[in-house]
C-alpha cells in the first residue's frame, strides 16, 4: 500500500459526459502527478501540481483539467468524453518538487467510455 | 523528439535465472532516469532512480545501470522470482520541469 488513495475504483460513463477523479496524496507529500495508461498509447504524464499550483503540464487535453485543494487532494475532470478516454488514471504523489523524489502511486481509476 | 524504447518487449524466464531488460533514449537535456516495475492492473512502483552522474543503483536484487554518454539504462534481475513477473518500464526526465517519457515497458515472465 503506497498511502496514495483514489476514488472511484472503476467508472463507467457514456461519450460526451463529465468526470471527476479523485486522488489524496500521501500523509506530507505536497506533489500531486496525474498520468493516463491506456493500452495503445502506455503510460502518459498529464500534469503536475506542488501545494496548490500548477507545476508542469504533459500531454493533458484542452477537456482535461485538474486542481488540488487546500488540503492538498487533487481532483481530474474529464469532459465531452470520447471512447478513446477509456484508461486506466493514475495519481502519484511526493514529498516536493525535487525531480528525483520518489513517486507512489496510487492504484488507479479505471474509466470505461461507452 | 524525445523517445524511449525498451528492449525486448517480452521475456520468459525460468525462477532463479537472471535477465538483463534494456532502455534507449534520445531525451535532451537528460535530468534523470527512472525504472518502474508494475503488476497487471496495479500502479508502478519505483524501482530505482539515477541522474546524469550516476552510473549504477541497486535495490536489492535489482541494478540499474546508466550510460549517459550512449543514452543507455540496463535493468538486471538477479536469482528472479515468481513475483517478479511483471512490466517494467524505463521512465526518462528530459529538464527539470518534471517532464516524464515513459518507454512501453518489458513484460517480464518467470516461470516455475
Known amino acids: 500500500d503506497s498511502g496514495v488513495t483514489q476514488t472511484p475504483k472503476h467508472l463507467i460513463t457514456a461519450t460526451g459526459q463529465r468526470v471527476t477523479l479523485r486522488c489524496s496524496p500521501r500523509?506530507?507529500?505536497?506533489?500531486v502527478y496525474w498520468y493516463q495508461q491506456s493500452l495503445d498509447q502506455g503510460l502518459q504524464f498529464l500534469i503536475q501540481?506542488?501545494?496548490?499550483?500548477?507545476?508542469a503540464k504533459g500531454n493533458i487535453l484542452e477537456r482535461f483539467s485538474a486542481q488540488q485543494f487546500p488540503d492538498l487532494h487533487s481532483e481530474l475532470n474529464l469532459s465531452s468524453l470520447e471512447l478513446g478516454d477509456s484508461a486506466l488514471y493514475f495519481c502519484?504523489?511526493?514529498?516536493?518538487?525535487?525531480?528525483?523524489?520518489?513517486?507512489?502511486f496510487g492504484p488507479g481509476t479505471r474509466l470505461t467510455v461507452t | 523528439k524525445n523517445q524511449v524504447e525498451q528492449s525486448p518487449q517480452s521475456l520468459i524466464i525460468l525462477e532463479g535465472k537472471n535477465c538483463t531488460l534494456q532502455?534507449?533514449?534520445?531525451?535532451?537535456?537528460?535530468?534523470?532516469l527512472r525504472w518502474y516495475k508494475q503488476d497487471t492492473g496495479r500502479g508502478p512502483v519505483s524501482l530505482t532512480i539515477?541522474?546524469?552522474?550516476?552510473n549504477t543503483k541497486s535495490n536489492g536484487r535489482y541494478t540499474a545501470t546508466l550510460d549517459a554518454d550512449t543514452k543507455q539504462s540496463s535493468l538486471h534481475i538477479t536469482a528472479s522470482q515468481l513475483s517478479d513477473s511483471a512490466s517494467y518500464i524505463c521512465?526518462?526526465?528530459?529538464?527539470?520541469?518534471?517532464?516524464?517519457?515513459f518507454g512501453p515497458g518489458t513484460r517480464l515472465s518467470v516461470l516455475p
Open positions: 502519484a504523489s511526493s514529498p516536493g518538487t525535487s525531480d528525483t523524489y520518489e513517486q507512489y
Open positions: 500523509s506530507g507529500d505536497l506533489s
Open positions: 501540481y506542488y501545494n496548490g499550483e500548477e507545476r
Open positions: 532502455c534507449n533514449y534520445t531525451v535532451s537535456p537528460f535530468s534523470n
Open positions: 539515477m541522474t546524469f552522474s550516476e
Open positions: 521512465v526518462v526526465s528530459p529538464d527539470y520541469g518534471q517532464n516524464f517519457v
